[in-house]
């Protein structure tokens, strides 16, 4: 067969193969393609799993974490025993918010889709948050429930009785129940009969704003199914893109995650890919360069996905270890830019290895944009092409209108990926969907061929080795300092994270303030990935720009050319 280009490649698949054959869908007042036969629910997903390991020995192992090995049937069978129990003895019906508020166990993955299966939301906590931080996330979200691990059932026990808060412990959590009991209690293990609409939410998952608080994204079933079926669909493409593919050097896919799991890129092209694909995830207890090389090749990992920095730290620690990595396949990095240096030292590193990028967000079930292999080599500032074959995209001007290839304008996507809402924020909602459109706050322009380059954001926000860091939030704890008088947050350049936080802070006439005093006043409030690592003072008012309002992007310029 000839090669095929990229549309060429997605007709051929949509018309060939049921699994990605296409339909279309009214979709909140939205008419959009959809995939015809994909799972209706994320509960239907697991049996799709079930399906593709039918062939392996027991099903195979699934899950590894540290000393732990877990074969896809016991991991279905807890699942769904779990799921019971929510209903059984915690009386969760459809609906209904629970949380996790915990590190990468195997659990998190057991009650993500137990949460899921009865048509109950889960609410992914971000782990790092401080006590204050939590409080305003279960304020809003409304969780009357949250499965924790030790630290943070401590961190959320002050606020618990205040929000009528039930905390179920987790492996060494505390609280009115433990995970564990509620296992031992619930023998079914037969899928839940309960019916789950396709648009009904799934998840609620916090991400940072241009707002002092996070923005609770409102996912769903369908939205997350639709991203991962693009994502399994791209496995029929490649093969029909180029001239040969290499023999595969292990068994099957196995993907070693490092992220979060209350981070999108862990969830939906980690964790819920693999449930299509077979494949085999390995979980790690904490970021180790030389431990990732050394689960590499000790579980053949075949693709590895994760912020740039965890990507140039596994070469780094490759090449300084002689590890060859034989079986890793792809290189993907996602969550932030990857410098274009990186890409052309890690291709040169690990030749037989795709270096890969992707671009999405939460609030698009992390779908959008990806490249990778010989084609990210000869472009490494592009962020890539649009995933077919739902998706549709457009680079706007300020009044929401197309404009032509080349231009710089605001990235906007369409798909059934996109998410319901904000939670508990209609105007913030009203301000980024428009017509079924998406606007990403991020700029940048297409090319004829399609690619996608990302040349600024709208957005003040910082990305610190792919944590988004809302600057307004960092500056209201800042100025919660009786010392201060007024600060500006921006991002400031660095090698290995590519941002991290920096601030100029204007301090009161006759004030002091050290950068240890301000970290210790900063630390009840923010995580401490939060905290400014470079502190500009001042006594002087901050540059400010026509309208009287602080001027960040001259401020920082100042700042880092020494004019501060």
Same mark, same amino acid.
């Given at each position: ?26 979709? !909140?007042? &939205? ?78 993955? /057991? ?14 906590? =971000? ?9 305003? %996330? ?5 969780? *009357? ?12 026990? $002050? ?52 707002? +002092? ?8 079933? !369908?939205?997350?199914?639709?991203? @991962? ?16 593919? $290499? $023999? ?80 890793? /396949? ?17 291709? *040169? ?8 990028? +992707? ?9 959008? #944009? ?63 969907? !428009? ?14 061929? +399609? ?16 944590? =988004? ?14 010392? &201060? ?5 921006? $991002?400031?350049?660095?090698?290995? @994270? ?8 204007? #301090?009161?006439? %006759? ?7 301000? !970290? ?39 700042? @880092?050319?020494?004019?501060?």
């Amino acid at each position: 067969m000839a090669v095929m280009t990229l549309a060429e490649a997605a007709a051929h698949v949509t018309s060939t193969d049921p699994r990605f054959a296409l339909g279309r869908a009214t979709i !909140r007042g &939205v008419d959009l393609p959809v995939f015809a036969n994909a799972p209706a629910s994320l509960r239907d997903v697991m049996a799709v799993g079930a399906a593709a390991r039918a062939e392996l020995p027991d099903g195979g192992d699934y899950i590894i974490y540290e000393g732990e090995r877990i074969t896809y049937a016991a991991w279905q069978s807890e699942t769904f025993r779990i799921a019971h129990a929510l209903v059984a003895d915690l009386s969760v019906q459809p609906g209904d918010r629970v949380a996790i508020a915990m590190r990468n166990y195997p659990e998190y993955l /057991s009650l993500m889709m137990a949460i899921a299966s009865v048509g109950a939301v889960v609410v992914m906590v =971000n782990a790092w948050w401080t006590t204050d931080e939590l409080r305003y %996330g279960f304020e809003d979200s409304g969780a *009357k429930i949250v499965f924790a691990d030790g630290p943070r059932a401590d961190s959320i026990r $002050p606020f618990a009785a205040e929000f009528g808060l039930r905390i179920i412990g987790v492996r060494d959590g505390a609280g009115d129940a433990h995970y564990d009991a509620l296992l031992a209690g619930s023998a079914n293990d037969a899928p839940p009969d309960i019916p789950i609409d396709p648009d009904a939410d799934f998840a609620v998952m916090y991400s940072s704003g241009t707002t +002092g608080h996070p923005k609770g994204v409102v996912l769903t079933h !369908r939205g997350a199914i639709t991203a @991962l079926y693009s994502w399994f669909m791209g496995f029929s493409l490649m093969p029909l893109m180029v001239e040969e593919m $290499p $023999p595969p050097t292990a068994a099957r896919q196995t993907l070693l995650v490092t992220t979060p799991f209350f981070h999108i890129t862990a969830t939906h092209p980690c964790f819920l890919l693999s449930l299509p694909l077979g494949a085999k995830i390995v979980l790690m207890h904490k970021w180790d360069p030389e431990k990732a090389v050394r689960l590499v090749e000790a579980e053949e990992v075949t693709r590895f996905l994760a912020v740039p920095t965890m990507s140039a730290d596994l070469t780094d620690a490759a090449v300084r270890m002689g590890a060859t990595l034989k079986t890793l /396949s792809n290189l993907s990095a996602g969550g932030a830019k990857r410098p274009a240096a990186q890409v052309l030292e890690q291709d *040169k590193a690990l030749p037989h290895v795709a270096i890969a990028s +992707g671009y999405g967000m939460t609030e698009s079930n992390a779908l959008g #944009l990806g490249i990778s292999g010989p084609e990210y080599a000869a472009r490494p500032e592009s962020a890539g092409r649009l995933y077919p074959p739902i998706q549709e995209i457009k680079i706007a001007d300020e009044a929401g209108d197309s404009l032509p290839n080349g231009e710089v304008g605001e990235i906007c996507l369409k798909s059934a990926t996109i998410m319901r809402c904000y939670l508990n924020k209609p105007e913030a909602t009203a301000e980024v969907l !428009r017509d079924g459109w998406l606007h990403t706050g991020d700029l940048g322009r297409i090319d004829d061929e +399609g690619y996608v380059e990302i040349v600024d954001r709208k957005k003040n926000i910082i990305i610190r080795g792919g944590e =988004n860091i809302s600057c307004l939030e960092v500056e209201g704890a800042i100025h919660k300092h009786p010392a &201060v008088t007024e600060a500006a947050v921006f $991002p400031v350049p660095h090698e290995r @994270l590519n941002e991290t936080v920096g601030a100029a802070v204007q #301090l009161k006439p %006759g004030a002091h303030l050290g950068e240890d005093e301000l !970290r210790d006043h900063l630390a009840p409030l923010l995580a401490k990935f939060k905290w400014p690592e470079q502190v500009w003072w001042t006594g002087d008012t901050l540059i400010r720009g026509a309208t009287d309002k602080t001027d960040r992007r001259a401020i920082r310029a100042a700042c @880092l050319e020494g004019r501060l």
